[in-house]
């Protein structure tokens, strides 16, 4: 798990970059999933609408970057990893997918968690709880634990 703050793209959009995510993980251990929660990170994103407020997303680069990084779940605090308004493009889903070249049905992407201040950033063991739905969205539980507290 990551905390990471989103960069400024002119006046009103923040974008998580493929250079953040690196200032972040490039000395860190390559784990199948990742955990991105993003600043400020208050107790309000549990009940925040985010409709109209073009939220912080992902950019295509950075997507592109946890590919490379061989990450196969990828968990945030952000409404969608793609921005609000994109014209029904969805580059970061698609990117993360690799649709429609060669789609990678075993990824995910849960959106909308909160990870309260009082997890701190490292490794964890991540239990990812998806409901058995046939679609191409399913609620999910994520579950961690750290890893940190069995090391002697």
């Given at each position: 798990?990551?905390?990471?703050?989103?960069?400024?793209?002119?006046?009103?959009?923040?974008?998580?970059?493929?250079?953040?995510?690196?200032?972040?993980?490039?000395?860190?251990?390559?784990?199948?999933?990742?955990?991105?929660?993003?600043l400020p990170n208050s107790s309000d994103k549990l009940k925040k609408d985010y409709s109209g407020?073009?939220?912080?997303?992902?950019?295509?680069?950075?997507?592109?970057?946890?590919?490379?990084?061989?990450?196969?779940?990828?968990?945030?605090?952000?409404?969608?990893?793609?921005?609000?308004?994109?014209?029904?493009?969805?580059?970061?889903?698609k990117a993360y997918w690799e649709w429609p070249l060669i789609p990678n049905k075993k990824k995910?992407?849960?959106?909308?968690?909160?990870?309260?201040?009082?997890?701190?950033?490292?490794?964890y063991l991540c239990n990812i709880q998806i409901a058995s739905i046939e679609s191409d969205a399913?609620?999910?539980?994520?579950?961690?634990?750290?890893?940190?507290?069995?090391?002697?």
């Amino acid at each position: 798990m990551v905390t990471v703050t989103p960069d400024k793209s002119g006046e009103q959009d923040s974008i998580i970059t493929a250079s953040v995510l690196k200032h972040m993980l490039e000395n860190k251990v390559k784990t199948p999933a990742i955990i991105v929660r993003t600043l400020p990170n208050s107790s309000d994103k549990l009940k925040k609408d985010y409709s109209g407020t073009n939220p912080a997303y992902f950019s295509e680069d950075a997507i592109h970057y946890l590919n490379k990084r061989d990450v196969i779940h990828l968990i945030t605090d952000l409404p969608s990893v793609d921005r609000e308004k994109d014209g029904g493009q969805l580059m970061a889903h698609k990117a993360y997918w690799e649709w429609p070249l060669i789609p990678n049905k075993k990824k995910t992407i849960t959106e909308m968690v909160y990870i309260d201040n009082i997890v701190t950033d490292g490794l964890y063991l991540c239990n990812i709880q998806i409901a058995s739905i046939e679609s191409d969205a399913s609620p999910s539980k994520i579950l961690i634990y750290p890893l940190n507290k069995f090391k002697k």
